[in-house]
Each structure stands twice: as C-alpha cells, then as structure tokens.
C-alpha cells in the first residue's frame, strides 16, 4: 500500500476548514466558476465577526480561543471525494458544503434545494448553505430557516459585502459543526484508519487500548481548525503521551504535525503557544511490536 501525498500541501493546511463549492441545476460552467470565485475570496473569517457577543463562544471546547484569531476556510472543486485520511489528519474532513444555484436556470428553488441535499451526501454530514445568484423578478422566495440564501441582483462591490456577511454566519455553523463532532468522539467505541482495520479480537483490544489518544488526537484537530491552537496543543501533548505508551506511531506523529501547525498559527495571530512533548521514536526492531517500549528519539521544542 503507498501513501499518497497531496501535492502543495503545507504545514498550515492543517489549520484550515475544508469547503466544497458545487453546483446546482443548469449553470453553464463559466457561471459557476465566477460565483465560485466570489466566494473564494473568503478564506479567512475572523472570529471577532462571527462571535461580537464574546458570551456566544464555547468555553467548553474551545475555552483558549481568542477572538482576534481567524477561522481558515479552503475551498475545493465539485470533483473533490473524501479522503481516507479524514479520522488521522481532522483537516482532511469536508467540513462544510456551498451550493450555487443560477436562477434564471432554475426551475424551482424547492427543487434546487433537493438536488443540492442529494448531491452532498457523498461528503459525509458538512455544514451546508445554497446560494441562489441572480434572482428573476419574478423568483419565488423559500421560507427562512431553510438551506437556500437567494443573493439579491447588485454591483459588484454591494455582492462582496453581501457574501461576506453570509460566510460570517456559515463559519459559525461550520464551527458548531466542529463542537458537534468534538462531544461525539467521545462515543466512538474505538478509531481506526485504512492502516490498522480490525480483523481479529487481538487487533480490536489494541485499537480500544489505543481509542483515548486516538479521541486527544482528534479533539487537538478540532481546536485547531476552531482557531484555538493553544487547546489544540493542549490536547497534541496529551495524545502524544498516549499514543507513545501504546506504540502508536502514525497517531503520535500525527499529534506532532499538529503541534508543529498549532505553533506556526499561534506564531501568527500573536499568542504564546507553549509546545512540549515527548520524544519521538520509531521501532527499530519486532521487539516494538511485542510489545517492548520503544526507546531514543528526537523530540519536539
């Protein structure tokens, strides 16, 4: 089995919510990409925007973050699948979804709404908004409260203005889909990836032994695309403690890569990011796997 790298990757991507942008109905596919472009120009929100009532932020996942920290948003294309990788590397995770509907091409919004709900099933349970640009005069609006926004004809620079102000509200669902997903791992009877799938009662034992790191791991990546990298290393040195006592070696580099993100974002928005935690070190030997600790390694400042 190879491990697939993804190409212009970097340590920061780690900080960032994945978003796809598909579209809906009949849109040619130059209509698409010029909304898909608007919306692009958001790739980083600022919590001070999202949250300006500071009591609306959760104390009980994220109690570190700071509200002059930004959220990260990446945008992929329609063709975007799901990554194997999704339960490992938290980033990799479709967090949220962004339909764009072109009304002139549409029959109804009612159904543009069913087809965009269909279409996102392949990514799991993303946040989700549908945006419906161009309205015809005559375009018969949906009930509020539903999952389709119609974005009012106006010039360019009163668009911008607009959308800005509907990604604020879709990054505060998108990180109440990160709260969501923070108070449910907890329920996981264990967590396991393509590299360690349970075959026998031995290999269910070692993934429960391993599932508490495993829960810190995730938990650290859900603070830190939450734009809270002093929690999200808090709980870095936590499941690196765990996974180096169970021998876990792709969970503890794992929570090192984190670390490593948390520090370079912290380093950004101006915090003190204190990282300390234990050495590294690869098995040298079948001793390892029988169970023997691993010992050396170089650790991380």
């Not at 996102?120 to 989700?128: D, E, K, Q, W, Y």
């Not at 907890?186 to 396991?192: C, D, E, K, L, P």
């Not at 830190?224 to 040195?237: E, G, I, K, T």
């Not at 928005?269 to 010992?295: I, K, R």
Request: overall charge negative.
């Amino acid at each position: 089995m190879s491990l697939a790298v993804e190409p212009r990757c970097t340590l920061l991507d780690a900080c960032a919510m994945r978003v796809v942008i598909v579209p809906v109905g009949d849109i040619s596919p130059a209509k698409f990409q010029d909304y898909a472009r608007a919306l692009r120009a958001f790739t980083s929100i600022e919590l001070l925007e999202v949250y300006p009532d500071a009591s609306e932020m959760s104390t009980a996942h994220f109690p570190n973050q700071a509200r002059n920290a930004a959220v990260q948003l990446q945008f992929l294309d329609p063709g975007q699948t799901r990554s194997e990788w999704e339960d490992l590397q938290g980033h990799k995770t479709i967090m949220g979804a962004i339909g764009i509907v072109h009304c002139p091409r549409c029959d109804t919004l009612e159904s543009a709404k069913q087809e965009f709900s269909r279409s996102i099933l392949r990514f799991g349970s993303p946040a989700a908004v549908c945006f419906a640009f161009d309205p015809l005069p005559n375009q018969e609006d949906l009930a509020r409260g539903t999952s389709i926004v119609m974005i009012p004809n106006s010039l360019p620079e009163k668009l911008h203005f607009y959308l800005a102000t509907l990604m604020i509200d879709f990054t505060k669902s998108l990180i109440q889909r990160l709260r969501t997903l923070y108070d449910s791992v907890n329920q996981a009877s264990y967590i396991f990836t393509h590299l360690d799938p349970p075959d026998t009662a031995d290999d269910y034992a070692k993934l429960k032994r391993r599932k508490a790191g495993r829960i810190e791991k995730c938990k650290g990546d859900f603070c830190l695309l939450a734009a809270s990298p002093v929690d999200a290393v808090a709980h870095y040195r936590t499941a690196a403690e765990l996974s180096k006592k169970e021998l876990d070696w792709e969970w503890l580099a794992g929570s090192q890569e984190g670390a490593a993100a948390a520090l370079l974002a912290g380093i950004q928005h101006g915090m003190q990011v204190p990282v300390s935690l234990p050495a590294f070190a690869l098995p040298s030997s079948p001793a390892v796997d029988s169970g023997e600790e691993a010992g050396g390694g170089g650790g991380a400042g």
